[in-house]
C-alpha cells in the first residue's frame, strides 16, 4: 500500500484542486461580464444637419455685430472717508455707455459716473482706459466723458430719431447687466411719451418704454432700431427686486442730441424756462391748487414782458396760476418744466393762465435759466 496515499485528508486535498480552479474561473469571468455590461461602448451621436438660420436671427446677428464695438462698460471708482480716523474707503460701480465721436466722447448716464473719484472704460477686448467726466446733466440723467487715451478704431453708434417710434416696434437693448459684458435683449417699444423723475422738480418728457430686459448695469447702454441705430439710452427699470420686470425706460434720442452737444462744449445741459420763480410744490400740493404758482416774476424776461403776476403773500392773492403750455394741461411744476423741455430753449409756446377765476392765453418765449 503507497503510504503517501493512506494519510488522512491527503487524498481530499489532492482531490479538490481540479474542482476550485474552475469555480475561481467560472467568477473571475461571471464578474468580467458583469463589469462589462455595465460599461458598454458608446460613441459620440451624429450632429444633425440643419439649414441656414432665419433671416430674423441672422439680422439680429449683424445688429449686434455692428453695434457690439460701439457700446462701452464702464466702471468707477469712488473714494470716500469712513468711520472715526477717517479712513479712505473705496466703492466701485459700473454701467454701460456708448462711443459718440472719433474725438473719444463717451455718452452714459449722469447716475453711472456721478461722484466719481476715477472712471474706466472697456471697449471691445481692450484693457480699460481711463476716462474723465467733461459734462454732466442730473436732470436729464445724461453724461459725457472723454477717454484719456483714443484708441484706434472708435466706432462712434449710429443716430436714429424717437420722433417716428411706434408702439409695437422691435427693440434692441446692449449693456453690461450685472457686470456681464455686451449682453444683447430684445423686445419691442411698449409705450412711449412716458415721464421720468430725475431731478431738481424736473421730469424727462418722451421717455421711452420697453421690454427688452433692462438690468442694473444696463444704465447708459443703447436701445438700438432693427436698423441698428441709437433710438435711446437705457435708464431705468420698474421693479420690487431691482431686476428687469418687463418695464425698463429709455431716455429719448431727439433729446440726447440735443443735450450732448452741449455738454460737450459748455459742460452743462440747457436748462429751459421763462423767468420765473415757483413756490415749492409741496406747499402747492398741500394747498389743493393745481397748476404752478408764481412766487416771483424777474425783472426783463419773458415772464414779465408778457405781463405774469406772482403771489402776494401779504393779501394772499395767488397772482397767475399756470395750467397748461401749448394746450397741455398742467397740474405740478415737473409737468410744466417737462413741457418747457419738450418745446425747448427759444422755442415759443402758449400758456393757459388762471387769475381771479378767469383763464386766459399768454405767449412767451422760453430761455435758458440756471439752476
Request: charged residues 20%; glycine residues 12%.
Amino acid at each position: 500500500m503507497d503510504r503517501k496515499s493512506s494519510l488522512p485528508g491527503a487524498s481530499g486535498r489532492r482531490a479538490a484542486r481540479p474542482v476550485l480552479v474552475p469555480l475561481l474561473g467560472a467568477l473571475l469571468i461571471a464578474f468580467c461580464g458583469l463589469s462589462t455590461g455595465a460599461r458598454e461602448r458608446a460613441e459620440p451621436r451624429s450632429i444633425a444637419p440643419r439649414g441656414p438660420l432665419a433671416p430674423s436671427e441672422q439680422s439680429m446677428i449683424a445688429l449686434f455685430e455692428a453695434a457690439a464695438p460701439s457700446v462701452a462698460y464702464i466702471t468707477t471708482e469712488v473714494v470716500h472717508s469712513a468711520g472715526f480716523f477717517g479712513a479712505q474707503v473705496t466703492q466701485q460701480g459700473a454701467g454701460s455707455g456708448f462711443v459718440w465721436d472719433m474725438a473719444g466722447h463717451i455718452v452714459t448716464n449722469n447716475h453711472v459716473v456721478e461722484g466719481a473719484s476715477h472712471v474706466f472704460v472697456q471697449l471691445d477686448a481692450g484693457d480699460p482706459i481711463e476716462a474723465r467726466v467733461i459734462g454732466a446733466s442730473p436732470e436729464y440723467d445724461l453724461a459725457v466723458i472723454k477717454l484719456l487715451r483714443s484708441p484706434r478704431g472708435l466706432r462712434p453708434i449710429g443716430l436714429g430719431t424717437s420722433s417716428d417710434l411706434k408702439i409695437g416696434q422691435s427693440v434692441y437693448a446692449i449693456g453690461n447687466p450685472f457686470g456681464l459684458q455686451r449682453t444683447l435683449t430684445h423686445g419691442i417699444v411698449s409705450a412711449l411719451d412716458r415721464e421720468l423723475p430725475t431731478s431738481y422738480e424736473r421730469e424727462i418728457a418722451g421717455v421711452i418704454q420697453t421690454d427688452a430686459a433692462i438690468n442694473p448695469g444696463n444704465s447708459g447702454g443703447p436701445l438700438l432700431d432693427s436698423a441698428g441705430r441709437l433710438v435711446g439710452v437705457n435708464t431705468a427699470i420698474r421693479s420690487d427686486s431691482g431686476s428687469s420686470a418687463g418695464i425698463g425706460f429709455a431716455i429719448p434720442v431727439d433729446l440726447v442730441n440735443r443735450v450732448v452737444p452741449s455738454l460737450i462744449s459748455r459742460g452743462r445741459a440747457p436748462l429751459p424756462g421763462i423767468g420765473i420763480t415757483p413756490v415749492r410744490p409741496d406747499l402747492v400740493e398741500r394747498a389743493g391748487i393745481a397748476g404752478v404758482v408764481i412766487a416771483e416774476v424777474r425783472r426783463g424776461t419773458p415772464a414779465a414782458e408778457a405781463g405774469l403776476r406772482p403771489m402776494n403773500p401779504k393779501t394772499g392773492d395767488l397772482g397767475d396760476v399756470i395750467v397748461g403750455v401749448n394746450g397741455k394741461r398742467i397740474e405740478t411744476l415737473s409737468n410744466f418744466v417737462a413741457e418747457l423741455g419738450r418745446s425747448g430753449v427759444d422755442a415759443m409756446v402758449d400758456l393757459t393762465v388762471v387769475r381771479d377765476d378767469r383763464e386766459r392765453k399768454v405767449r412767451v418765449r422760453v430761455i435758458e435759466v440756471g439752476r
